[in-house]
């Protein structure tokens, strides 16, 4: 009898509390990141007087009022058009720029290169902030202020640091006796990079790629600093711009959320589609670089 008991008792499944608890600060983690979201489209789709009511209303009435508000009074096509050209400029820029310095860091051997490749790393630690006044001046004499062109070469020169850095290591990962092989057998360096390299090298650049779109999409200080006309102003500065006729004292909370939810939702899709390409670029450029 007590043996069976015994063998009962050991068969029984024991509750592991650890995974519990971190199941459950999981969820609550979840829970506090997706509150504001949430907070966000519940307003941008709510009436303006669901807004401050007393109880709250947590699902309200969904209504478009508020974006059509919002396309009467700043010009959102426009503006989206802009973020578009300017986020995929960037990226472009950006990608091509940094696989060809990524290239010579990893193969071309010069004394002091891995210290160069430090500085251009250690250059992201400089505010974005501290370089509007130069930066204004450089586009200024070019003549590129106001323009999509402007803004993707400041944004690209930001970005392409850590973009340089993290393809240096999926280049690294092709053997430099393949490239020397391909040589011998009369592959020029654009076959080299075609056939050889891109394979390796793809999920490093798509994961950039995204990385640096999002960047670009979502930049405002750039177009709020160097941008005038509607002609080069990116969706982000319509943040700005729907406090125009509001008092310090009202706000027009339901257009800033609208405008949020114009600006999250493509990047929420894009990260939907996309978020093991970008996990699987960056694993893989940290354990194998």
Not at 108 to 119: E, F, H, P, T
Not at 161 to 186: C, M, N
Not at 251 to 256: A, H
């Amino acid at each position: 009898m007590i043996a069976t008991q015994t063998k009962q008792t050991a068969q029984r499944p024991r509750v592991q509390w650890g995974s519990i608890g971190k199941y459950a600060a999981f969820v609550l983690y979840t829970l506090v990141i997706l509150l504001p979201i949430y907070w966000m489209v519940r307003s941008a789709f709510a009436a303006n007087n669901q807004l401050y009511t007393t109880p709250l209303v947590y699902v309200p009435s969904p209504t478009l009022e508020n974006f059509r508000t919002l396309v009467d009074q700043v010009p959102i096509v426009d503006y989206t058009r802009n973020s578009i050209a300017f986020a995929l400029g960037t990226t472009a820029l950006t990608l091509v720029v940094s696989y060809l310095a990524a290239y010579a860091f990893a193969r071309i051997q010069v004394r002091g290169s891995a210290i160069l490749l430090w500085i251009l790393v250690l250059s992201m630690a400089l505010p974005d902030v501290g370089t509007i006044v130069p930066l204004y001046r450089i586009l200024s004499r070019f003549h590129l202020l106001d323009t999509i062109t402007g803004l993707t070469l400041v944004l690209g020169s930001t970005l392409t640091p850590f973009t340089v850095w993290v393809l240096v290591s999926f280049i690294k990962q092709v053997p430099i006796e393949v490239e020397e092989a391909a040589r011998i057998d009369g592959a020029s360096l654009p076959v080299i990079f075609l056939r050889i390299l891109l394979p390796v090298t793809t999920p490093g650049l798509v994961t950039m790629g995204l990385i640096n779109f999002i960047n670009a999409w979502n930049n405002l200080l750039y177009p709020l600093s160097f941008s005038v006309s509607p002609s080069s102003k990116t969706l982000s500065v319509s943040i700005t711009e729907v406090f125009a006729g509001y008092s310090p004292w009202g706000r027009p909370w339901e257009l800033i959320m609208a405008v949020g939810v114009a600006m999250v939702a493509p990047i929420v899709i894009l990260m939907l589609f996309s978020q093991k390409s970008i996990v699987r670029g960056l694993v893989g450029g940290a354990l194998k670089g």
